[in-house]
């Protein structure tokens, strides 16, 4: 009897005690429902900053989408192919430099209404008055090209080999997020296919965004995180290259363009003031490459005046 008893006790115990847990015959070693929705509660919460980011993300999309539709439709000069004589000075010579501008807006003139306005045109103006020299000077840019564009649309139009490629790119690789690894690559190739036109280059840094006013929060940080992976990658494929110069713009003149007067009325892009202070940095290392290349003007096989 005694037996028995030990024998149901534990056992309507046992049911006692899952009834008390719901029920259902279960055994209260077994988790309930409401521990498996506990666990989930509980467990590390890694989707939570999505909630966050995503939604900046978007907006910084959106932002950059509605930035794209508004300075891509500023006007864009007529492609530059003129002479440029010194001013006030005696030619020293009968045969122009040659000099060939590769870039996106900035070297295509987007911000000023006059080719005479253009970075292409003043710098050539300023190798002309130095040198006592014509320059002969080619734009081949075109608003909003890419790395990619200036390699694959822009060098091959070259006809006349140049003294010296001038360039300047990268900002639409910016507001485009090129990868790295891949804007490494297309850099490296660019400068290639420029020196291989014959010529030494030289490359103007990227330029200072935060003057840049139409450019709204977040898309701003964004903008200025992501051009410093731009620039090292443009550094990194200058580095290798003798004939190559890197010029650092914004770090000369970058914070002038905080100012009204370097900018255009569209807030993005330079005025004929804002071309000219990046002719006058980028002009001294034109001189130089030009200097250490050969006699101004020389063509092969033609003696040095």
Do not use: K
């Not at 077994?30 to 995503?54: E, K, Y």
Request: proline letters at 8%; charged letters at 15%; aromatic letters at 4%.
């Amino acid at each position: 009897m005694r037996s028995q008893v030990a024998l149901v006790g534990p056992e309507m115990m046992t049911m006692r005690r899952s009834r008390e847990l719901g029920g259902q015959g279960r055994t209260p070693d077994r988790a309930g429902p409401g521990s498996g929705l506990s666990r989930c509660s509980a467990a590390p919460a890694w989707w939570a900053p999505l909630t966050l980011i995503v939604p900046v993300l978007g907006l910084v999309a959106g932002q950059a989408v509605l930035l794209l539709g508004r300075y891509g439709a500023s006007p864009e000069l007529a492609p530059v192919d003129v002479v440029v004589e010194p001013s006030g000075t005696t030619l020293l010579g009968t045969t122009a430099v040659e000099l060939a501008a590769f870039g996106d807006s900035a070297m295509a003139g987007v911000g000023v209404h006059l080719v005479a306005d253009s970075l292409p045109v003043q710098l050539a103006q300023r190798v002309a008055d130095s040198t006592g020299r014509a320059v002969h000077v080619v734009g081949y840019a075109r608003s909003g090209a890419r790395t990619i564009d200036v390699l694959t649309h822009q060098v091959p139009r070259v006809q006349h080999e140049p003294d010296v490629s001038v360039l300047v790119v990268g900002t639409n690789d910016v507001t485009g997020v090129t990868p790295p690894a891949t804007l490494v690559r297309l850099s490296s190739e660019l400068l290639d296919g420029l020196l291989a036109l014959g010529a030494p280059v030289v490359m103007s840094s990227l330029p200072e965004f935060r003057a840049m006013r139409l450019l709204p929060h977040p898309l701003m940080e964004a903008v200025l995180g992501y051009g410093v992976v731009v620039g090292a990658a443009q550094r990194h494929a200058a580095a290798g290259r003798p004939l190559v110069r890197l010029v650092d713009v914004r770090g000369a003149i970058g914070s002038e363009f905080f100012n009204d007067g370097p900018m255009s009325p569209d807030a993005f892009h330079p005025s004929a003031v804002g071309y000219g202070r990046i002719a006058d940095v980028l002009a001294p290392e034109v001189l130089s490459v030009l200097g250490t290349a050969q006699p101004l003007g020389r063509t092969d096989g033609q003696q040095p005046e």
